[in-house]
């Protein structure tokens, strides 16, 4: 095999197995590659499609955000509740404060980025793993929203539900919405000095020191970053369904977001992170979920799939390493 082959599949692999995912799917099931099919696969993982694209900035500095989910629940019922009509009986905040819509939106967004600035600065200052402060800020915001509301924040008002349910042009607005961040999250880590410094604190956080990089000040908008894409897919995610339960809204999806970022080629060693190759980890994980669905498969072996999967994409990436070194 010449070296074009060589380069050409090593940097289309993911590409590849992802047609080959699509062409299966829709072999193995007619009804996989419908329109209506398709749009519903897409809305689904646009959410956690957000979140990854904010989890790959914390993975690229050899940090973790296990928060996220826990996050979008938290930011999901304050600003659901903050909407709901006032004269609701099961209103979040009975006889409190009503928000315009997007009030209420750019509050869940500034909440967002206080947590996030809040755990950033946890783990730039004191050290601690990301791991362990991401976890314990999890079991925070989960209660958190919990303490919000001990029942569902329904009957959003149809402004707020907006950017979650409706469309533009036949194009599911939510999908619209992961696109722009999916270009801002390109822009940022390609063009500005910001993303530049990500790639170096992945890569050598002492060299990066050494060049004039304040990393604790980066790490912290890494952290915020990271936050506010949870808010707005706490949002995104309440205005899809029509409510938001703190117990269960968001769920798990900090592992879907992790997952797709590590497929997608974002190194947990850290200083390697594609946008384009995040996309392709958020649609192999979503043909896998949704063509899996179709064919009757237990819900229980389709995450052991996706569980060798991450495990595989980890390896395959360590081994890389190794042989650069």
């Not at 955000?65 to 009975?94: E, H, K, Y």
Request: net charge positive.
């Amino acid at each position: 095999m010449s070296l074009k082959r060589k380069k050409f599949l090593s940097d289309n692999m993911i590409w590849l197995v992802l047609i080959a995912l699509i062409i299966f799917m829709s072999v193995a099931n007619r009804n996989f590659a419908t329109v209506a099919n398709l749009r519903t696969l897409l809305t689904g993982e646009a959410i956690k499609g957000i979140m990854a694209f904010g989890v790959a900035f914390a993975i690229l500095t050899k940090g973790i955000d296990l928060s996220i989910g826990a996050v979008a629940a938290l930011v999901g019922a304050i600003t659901g509740g903050l909407v709901q009509p006032i004269d609701l009986a099961t209103r979040a905040f009975p006889g409190g404060a009503h928000l315009s819509v997007p009030l209420s939106i750019l509050l869940g967004l500034v909440i967002g980025a206080l947590i996030g600035a809040c755990i950033g600065a946890i783990i730039a200052y004191t050290h601690i793993p990301a791991f362990i402060a991401t976890l314990g800020a999890q079991l925070i915001c989960r209660a958190g929203a919990k303490m919000v509301s001990n029942r569902p924040v329904s009957n959003l008002p149809e402004s707020y539900r907006f950017l979650g349910s409706k469309q533009f042009f036949g194009i599911p607005m939510i999908v619209l919405v992961f696109i722009i961040i999916a270009i801002l999250a390109w822009f940022i880590l390609n063009h500005t000095r910001f993303g530049k410094s990500l790639y170096a604190i992945g890569g050598n956080a002492q060299a990066a020191t050494v060049a004039g990089i304040n990393v604790e000040k980066t790490l912290i908008k890494v952290y915020i970053w990271c936050s506010v894409m949870a808010a707005l897919g706490g949002i995104l995610l309440a205005g899809r369904s029509g409510s938001s339960d703190p117990s269960t809204s968001g769920l798990n999806y900090e592992l879907d977001a992790i997952a797709a970022a590590t497929v997608g080629g974002t190194s947990h060693t850290g200083g390697v992170c594609s946008v384009t190759g995040v996309i392709a980890g958020i649609l192999i994980l979503g043909v896998i979920n949704n063509g899996l669905v179709l064919m009757g498969v237990d819900d229980n072996m389709t995450n052991v799939l996706k569980g060798l999967i991450i495990i595989g994409s980890v390896v395959l990436d360590m081994r890389k390493n190794i042989q650069k070194v």
